[in-house]
Antibody, heavy 121, light 107 residues
């Protein structure tokens, strides 16, 4: 069974940094692109970025490129999201998701339950 | 970025009803369009990928169609578990962008 579980969320002060983790199991982690999506309270979904199997390609949404860093550890089957210079606009549920990308298809086929990040003093 | 506009933003509907949710892109997206369902507990799952392909395990009452800038998700006969949020997502160009969502509510 494919399982993704995020961790590391919580309350953080404005301007500080936070690193989220996503533990993957039930599939061959190093065979898949992985991504992060967030959802601010009461709002829609926002794609943060994605990373390929060997970390040689990492794509970000332009507005977050200088604040967020995606990485992965294939030996530990774990995806990471390093967030810096956090502001209130970064308060959201953060989801990790597996990418299914074959030929013309590209979509998130499995999602974690999400971890909440609250930026407040 | 490509803007995705979903209509309606909320839709009251009855069990057994046929419903259609629309998604319009700000430019043509060549069928690179996915649909997701989000339950009230936050759980998200894919329903349809590449416009009309049904994700494994998703009931056949869900279907997708469209081309160019206009796409739709249809549920042929609403079941209790279908009352949720629905999002479209384009992946024709980066960054992939989501629609604002449609909340399907019990009438």
């Amino acid at each position: 069974e494919v399982k993704l579980v995020e961790s590391g969320g919580g309350l953080v002060q404005p301007g500080r940094s936070l690193k989220l983790s996503c533990a993957a199991s039930g599939f061959s982690f190093n065979d898949y692109w992985m991504g992060w999506v967030r959802q601010a309270p009461g709002k829609g979904l926002e794609w943060i970025g994605e990373i390929n199997q060997d970390s040689s390609t990492i794509n970000y949404t332009p507005s977050l490129k200088d604040k967020f860093t995606i990485s992965r550890d294939n030996a530990q089957n774990t995806l990471y999201l390093q967030m810096s210079k956090l502001g209130s606009e970064d308060t959201a549920i953060y989801y990790c998701a597996r990418v299914d990308a074959v030929a013309l298809y590209w979509y998130f086929d499995f999602w974690g339950p999400g971890t909440m990040v609250t930026v407040s003093s | 970025d490509i803007q995705m506009t979903q209509t309606p933003s909320s839709m009251p509907a009855s069990l057994g009803e046929r419903v259609t949710i629309s998604c319009r892109a700000s430019q043509g997206i060549s069928n690179y369009l996915n649909w997701y369902q989000q339950k009230p507990d936050g759980t998200i799952k894919p329903l349809i990928y590449y416009t009309s392909n049904l994700q494994s395990g998703v009931p056949s009452r869900f279907s997708g169609s469209g081309s160019g800038t206009d796409y739709s998700l249809t549920i042929s006969s609403l079941e209790p578990e279908d009352f949720a949020m629905y999002y479209c997502q384009q992946y024709d160009s980066s960054p992939p962008t989501f629609g604002g969502g449609t909340k399907l509510e019990l009438k």
